[in-house]
């Protein structure tokens, strides 16, 4: 596994103060507003969907369902360790094929070829 970066030890340990309980009453606040971002995103049926700054995965990994088995996600980030954990949960629900992982700053995505997506989302990048 890469070595940790300023994002992901901020993402992983930092934001919930190493509380387990607070990151997991945390990732379920989030649930609805990732919700809301696929909502607006749809139809994402055997869609292409670029997640720009994708974290740990909230959006991407949620969007390999609502694209379906026809559709991809890519997770982009600026995060190795990041991206290295999004493969990992990805790799867990056995959806490899589905899924590309792309490192790359939010404002430079030379990294994915033109015409390759159909939908692009983001949440809490460029804050």
């Known amino acids: 596994m890469s070595a940790?970066?300023?994002w992901s030890e901020w993402l992983r340990g930092r934001r919930d103060g190493g509380n387990e309980r607070q990151r997991s009453t945390s990732l379920k606040r989030l649930e609805s507003i990732r919700d809301r971002?696929?909502?607006f995103a749809e139809p994402l049926a055997d869609a292409a969907l670029l997640d720009i700054g994708s974290g740990e995965g909230l959006i991407g990994l949620a969007a390999l369902d609502r694209v379906?088995?026809?559709g991809s996600v890519t997770f982009c980030d600026?995060?190795?360790p990041l991206l290295e954990h999004a493969r990992e949960a990805v790799r867990a629900l056995d959806k490899l094929e589905?899924?590309?992982f792309v490192l790359a700053h939010a404002e430079d995505?030379?990294?994915i070829p033109d015409a390759s997506i159909d939908v692009a989302s983001t949440r809490s990048v460029l804050i």
């Open 68 to 70: 379906g088995p026809q």
């Open 109 to 111: 995505l030379a990294g």
């Open 78 to 80: 600026i995060s190795a």
């Open 4 to 6: 940790a970066d300023h």
């Open 98 to 100: 589905q899924a590309q």
């Open 37 to 39: 971002v696929l909502d």
